[in-house]
């Protein structure tokens, strides 16, 4: 049985750009304990994320369910000030993203973040393994990188 580890390893994450789904910002802002190792590796500057303005917005929604309008607000800001995330103006990705909604059944925050890794050429992390996206992915390869958290967990 394979052991499940808490956390990945520095060796185990992608460096350089990396685009994130809503699902890791969520977990940084929150402390979730799986992800020290990314949150230092952003400090370090071993990984460079990326965002949209489309994953912020399902951020902030998810996290104002959760805690609040103020607080999740407050977060969000915060993160954004911080100047350690790239937030791509998503006037730039339409296109990419929209072709991939018209191709696929996943989520239009999935085809802006997997848009966004096509047009900064960085792999996609995602926390989860979505269902969606997996069986999209096992049908016909996307032609970006995604990394499932849990997978290198």
Not at 32 to 42: C, F, G, L
Not at 87 to 102: L, N, P
Not at 114 to 139: C, D, H, Q, T
């Amino acid at each position: 049985m394979k052991e499940r580890k808490e956390r990945p390893t520095e060796e185990e994450l992608p460096k350089g750009r990396v685009v994130f789904d809503a699902g890791i910002v969520i977990e940084l802002l929150l402390s979730a304990s799986r992800v020290e190792t990314i949150k230092k590796a952003i400090r370090d500057e071993g990984i460079l994320p990326h965002v949209t303005h489309i994953t912020l917005a399902e951020v902030l929604y998810i996290l104002c369910r959760r805690i609040g309008w103020k607080l999740a607000d407050e977060k969000v800001t915060g993160l954004i000030e911080s100047g350690y995330f790239i937030v791509e103006d998503v006037g730039r990705i339409f296109e990419i993203s929209a072709r991939y909604k018209c191709e696929r059944r996943i989520s239009l925050a999935d085809c802006f973040t997997l848009g966004l890794a096509k047009y900064v050429s960085a792999p996609a992390l995602f926390a989860v393994r979505e269902k969606e996206l997996v069986n999209e992915n096992e049908k016909n390869p996307f032609d970006v990188h995604i990394i499932f958290l849990e997978d290198i967990l």
